[in-house]
């Protein structure tokens, strides 16, 4: 039942979200979801808008002395950009993007569809996310994202922990666990940027400590990993999305390709490996969820490709509104925020409990009665 | 606001569903569905259930005089083998099956659970699938799916047109479109199975003749692509969603990420290529519409992996139920149904509508504004 | 997220439901169900095919030896009056039935919008509110119906406990917990039937032992009794719904309508009186829910009211189907099970939990909670 | 698919709401909102605050140059009144407010329920509503309410046409359209207010020039009725709904209770009499919808209810918040805005369409084609 809305243009007043279904009880501040913001915006290969404008959010409903009271979560960020209604209207829709079919659709100029399909609306996936985030750390879970693909540079395969892309991410101006890839991958952004190209790129969300049985192999619906997908895939620019070995399921077979059963007093059931990325019939089975999406390269080139103008349906080339290079770091911060909804959601499904601290009695119940299976 | 429930156990004595929300005046008949169901059970890799079982559908609701009537669509399919009171209790759950997951999440004995996420729950997604096709089919669209890879060998990178593939694919025991690679498919599978061995693989799914704006950009449940990769995500097995050039974004560049606009009086706007695979900004641009999928190898082993008794927690090998080597063809036809579903869906939101004149009507008004525009 | 879907039409092959989202580990079997189906056949005043015809439904999925699993439910009720396909087309729609704006909207002959409109549907959503009865019986709840008016005859304004009339209501052949009324009442159903009329009437829904908390006055999609109305709003031929004092409030001064709080150490808070229904701020308050419907008399009369040939557009009197009298003691059994679901629905987010005993485990940790509140 | 969420609290900073899922190009303006919200905060019987504060709603986005885009509308209003934060907390819950089932629900200080509990939030429901209207508006049809009673004093049977009510509720202080009447309710409030006590109350919403068709008889979730019903059961203290004759149901006979049909070339299918409120299946007939509701007095009184302290649980008397007397003459324009949104979303599903210039082309393609029926 938890559910959010978001709206906003890119260069309106305000972008605003409603997140309906928190429980009571969660301590709950701006500068935590401020900070996610902050995440969001950095990396390197961002054009010069990310640069200038600090992201704030400020909590107007929902919350009461620093605590979530049960009551819709209101969200709202002041752009400090706010020109939308002296910008110019466009007429040469940028391939790779909503222009077209938006403007055909909605009978809309394209300016008005560029306005709220622009990355921009996901500062709000960012802020319902992190208090998706706030909410799933109270039950011990948590999620890390990191950059795995940019361009042909790719991070070794050699795994690292939680704990360690945790760690590393915090230094790395790309969200990459890798500093030799990282470096690979800033000359590659750099080439980009002087050919006036754009990159794309693949990164990784893992969620630690989620309990076995979120989702359900009873209904298409509730499946986990099909929501998941649903929220990663609806991410701008997203175009892949892969659980586990994802793609390399293909070529693995059978008796390489599952994680197999075992059991001790202390840790339960346990798997040593994890192929399945954490999901086994639509539903989270102890492990780590891991999940992999990759990113388009971004469709505005520095170099424009060619287009229609739209009055005219003569050849033109497509108009040119902003100049990121690479915003792959960034996608991963939103890649995180995705996840972290649908876990929330699914949580708050199989807990129940309108409090924090029903919810977290319902889990601890949960989890007892795992202990005795 | 088409929506479906499917009911029903692997050995039960009927597979149920019910799909609310279809136009009147659909034409409908059982066989049509009942072919869908029969290449949904064919394929080379198939163990011996499939091979005695033909499915036949009944159509119990919401037609009359062979035409939809608008009433809920309640469709009814009788296993042939019910044998589910009977059917032992089972301890050793498989791994990479809900088996364990589900046993604890719902407390429940692993057969119970087995029975429902069993892949033959996809009989019921193939028989709405295949209503939905038949809609969709009114409107000029198409779906058609085929076998990329299964194992080790992919089909050539050569694409084919959508009729060649709908051709080629008639005389394949594995849906797939390249007779050479199916040759070498079928030696993978059979190696397999001496080795009592799985195999994974990808297959694709192309919808042609869908207008440009169905999906929206406008909120994240709207995506179309994000909602066919639930549909797809949520399929058994299924651990990889794609759409177009899908993971290769990755290491494409921007300036040959997108696909160019160009307009022409007869074809209105149209690209020369189509990386997008049909998709921008959530929605439908006019393009076929390409996803891929993988699916990972069965998990049920003829050479069991290891698991552990539930009951005794001792080390056991897991369970064996039933014996497919390879269920990608399968799988296809079972995505092909799924897209065919959220396409279905998309176009009832987009085109309104009660009847199917009704709907048509619109759709044509809407055809027509698109020329204008 | 308890949800179900219902097909089938009044004369066709039979009727289904799939009710999912229901916990495991709920004894069920199809005999509690068809006792309910009876009790909704049964009442003075009905035609002949009540009479003929005992409604059997099979539970065909979501069910291992008499204990749910957590699957969807799937129920199937044979038409023994199977004929819909030799039925003649009918061209004067009834005024009072969905026969003329259902032949409008979906273009159909008017046959086939009857057949699907027809009360005949209201089997299925008595067979999905037993289970869900069932549901919450387990957690102390219990559903009472009765009828309080039919026609000029209204039952004394003496109340009588929840108790009295579940007893009182056995032996009567209108669901009725007044005798003298009941009398009344036969004595107005003979008249009618005498005169070619048919009678409506009122009837009363009381649900006890309902924890405070259901529902939420956070979001109006939440609010137990905004649910709950449209629940019986939407069962056919409903035209009035009222909770507590219901009309009656208009004319209620402040200081009478609202029921003060009172605490003791057994009871915790409790009220005197129950003005509100059970409902304050759209959630239950601990008292007895109490919601009144009224339904309208049946459409069909035995002297045909004034219609036209759709075919010809010339005055016609309207087609004749059935020979009800009046419905309202099954309506009272259809809107138990209406509301039944909703609480059923609310518990199911309430408390959470996958299998019974988890949601009995939540449950309980609620009331411990409540009690040191 | 049109759907909303609002936040906010009572003494927040801010209320806001998010609607999602207009069509494009419907001209929308804040001063057609706040004009309603201003019909909404008048009415003779309202305390102190309605007086001071004039709502003023912002749109946020979703409008680009005074027309839709089919981006989420949002809406801010800010709170003149914002004092959240030094509010003393609230210990005495008040009898027929949300106050003590939700603070043992959600387990939180009574402030925290009633600050969103409170009628505050119809200022967005208003808001909402007027944007509904506004897109009604465009298909010919239109909403007007009006208060039928008051305590005990009730208006004239004699019922006014649509646009007698529209003109006469203008120049009324308690939007009634009996001047008498309303002196008498007028008087009736003095009377109350004298009393220390407060007023409920009945009002009726009336919606013309809405085409048969709307709502559907196949799915009790399509059913309009229902829907209209539980949008208005979910407005805070609104305790029945009836269509129609409603109650009176219950004690009219057959042949007096339903609509005979009638046919003539300019009008096409039509009544004589509008005894069913416009709703015949669950589905509009073309006749006016004819909905009442009626609202329990105001449950915080001068003179306050006996209640109890949450701390010591000793016998209190109830908080008290606020002074209206009688607010059902804004109720009844929070239910016209209740029933403008279930009207302009059964709009939506029908006839489709992403700008307003589409759906206007199917509606008209449905009402030729509901000529030539």
Redesign the interface.
Known sequence: ?L???????SH???????L??M???LKLDSSYINDELLRRQRGYGRGERMSIEEDHVEI???C??GET??????L?LENKNFT??SLPPLFR?R??????????????EI???L???SARETAM?VATGAVAKRLVSEFGAGLVSHVV????VSVPKKPLSFDEIGEKVKTSILNCAFPQAERDMIHAIDL?RK?K??????FEVIVRGVP??LG????????L????????????AI?????????D???????L???????NRTRG?F?KSNR??GI???????ADIVVRA??????T?G?P????D?RT?R?ML?DFERADICAVPAASVIGEAACAFEIARAM????????L??MK??FR??LA??RH?
């Open positions: 039942m559910q959010y809305l978001t709206c906003g243009e309106g007043k305000y972008l605003m979200a409603i309906e279904g429980p009571s009880g107007i409903s929902g009461l002395k009271t049960g009551a819709p979560i209101g709202l939308i209604d829709p391939p790779g993007h909503a222009d077209l079919a938006g403007a055909l659709k909605y009978r809309e300016r008005s569809i306005e709220r399909a996936r693909q940019i361009g042909h980009a050919r190209d754009t990159l794309g790129g693949t076995p049985g359900s192999h009873v209904h298409y619906l509730r499946k990993d099909g929501r998941i997908a649903q929220s990663l895939m609806s991410v701008q175009k892949a999305v892969e659980f586990g070995l994802g793609r399921y293909a070529e693995t077979p059978g008796h390709a599952h994680d197999e059963i075992f059991y059931y798997r399945a990325g086994e019939g639509g539903m989270s089975n102890g990759t990113m388009k390269p971004i469709a080139l170099k490709l060619r287009s229609v739209v349906k050849p497509a708050c499904e199989k807990f129940g409990g309108d409090s601290s029903e009695r319902n119940g949960y009665q795992l299976s």
